[in-house]
């Protein structure tokens, strides 16, 4: 079996796509990549397409060998990258740009140096077995991915058989919307009738900062409370990635993509759908501000996010906001 095989699995490395998008009403969350569209560039980087498995590398990248006559793989997100060929020759390589590898070589993922999380892809995916329509790994569930969990030294990453030759290297400069330092843009609602009009204003004025317990599932955030008009729990009801809650502490929690499908805090405010990765995208201690649109402007910078990569599909670039 062509295969790279896991030597150091570096801080939480986990095997993720798209996820599972469809199945929330059977209480089965989308789960996938925390920063879809870094993993979409990913892909394309290696010649995928953008919705393939690939690794998830959250801090701290893995050590991998190859157990292949030749792989292509392809880094999207700012990290070191060290090669060490069979013949115990070292180098580095550049992030948002693909490389052949032969079997032997290893490669090495530094600190994650700018944001929490990079992507490696590999021309033809990761080939674990689908759990619902998808390779994604659910940390907090045990399944999906490669048994459930993040990887340990000594797992075998299954690859697949068809997969594209090597060379033809593609090379990519971060996109505009990666490095972008704005406000991150959300639509109030679905619940913002159980806030103050003084809470909602603090949302978009307040700098806010990334905790230590924040994970794949949200973000919590520390800065002034945000007062509740009445209770803090409603009758529980659906719930997005995106989803602004706010509990009976007063600071927001940010649903990321392992998020419930379901919860009993009032939502003041819902993040745009293309401002999702740039929460992914956070490590704890960073600041964010909330900039508050209408469902008119978030569809537009979700269409202008995907007309981007169409353009780049396409071998061109476009500039969303």
């Known amino acids: 079996m062509d295969a790279l095989r896991v030597l150091a699995p570096g801080l939480l490395t986990s095997v993720q796509d798209v996820g599972r998008p469809g199945l929330r009403r059977l209480g089965v969350p989308a789960g996938g990549a ?3 569209p870094t ?3 990913a892909n394309l980087l290696a010649g995928n397409p953008q919705g393939a498995a690939a690794l998830e590398v959250t801090h701290g990248g893995p050590t991998l060998e190859v157990l292949a006559e030749s792989v ?5 997100g700012e990290c070191a990258i060290g090669i060490q060929d069979a013949g115990g020759h070292r ?7 693909s490389l052949t590898l032969r079997r032997g070589d290893r490669l090495r993922l530094g600190r994650v140096a700018s944001g929490l999380r990079a992507y490696l892809a590999v021309a ?3 080939a674990v077995a689908p759990v619902l329509g998808s390779a994604a790994t659910d940390l907090r ?7 459930g969990r993040a990887l340990r030294a000594g797992d075998l990453l ?3 058989s068809d997969r594209p030759a090597g060379g033809g290297e593609t090379r990519l400069d971060p996109p505009p919307w990666w490095t972008r330092d704005g406000a991150v843009r959300a639509v109030p609602g679905p619940q913002d009738g159980h806030f103050t009009a003084a809470a909602l204003e603090l949302l978009a004025t307040a700098q806010w900062t990334v905790t230590p317990s924040s994970d794949r599932t949200g973000l919590r955030l520390d800065g002034p409370e945000l007062e509740h008009r009445g209770a803090a729990e409603i009758v529980s009801d659906a719930c997005l990635p995106g989803s602004i809650q706010v509990p009976g502490s007063r600071r927001p929690i940010v649903l990321l993509a392992d998020g419930g ?3 009993g805090y009032p939502k003041i405010a819902t993040v745009a759908s293309a401002d999702l990765g740039a929460l992914g995208r956070l490590r704890p201690g960073a600041r964010l501000r909330f900039e508050l649109v209408d469902v008119a402007t978030a569809e537009r910078l979700r269409r202008e996010l995907e007309a981007w990569f169409a353009a780049v599909a396409r071998g061109g670039t476009g500039t969303p906001s």
């Open 261 to 263: 499908t379901t919860g």
């Open 91 to 97: 180098g580095e390589a550049a992030a948002w740009s």
């Open 34 to 36: 925390a920063d879809p």
């Open 158 to 160: 299954p690859l697949a």
């Open 141 to 147: 569930g045990g399944w999906g991915g490669l048994r």
């Open 39 to 41: 993993l979409r560039l």
């Open 124 to 126: 033809g995916g990761i």
């Open 72 to 76: 292509r793989v392809a880094l999207a």
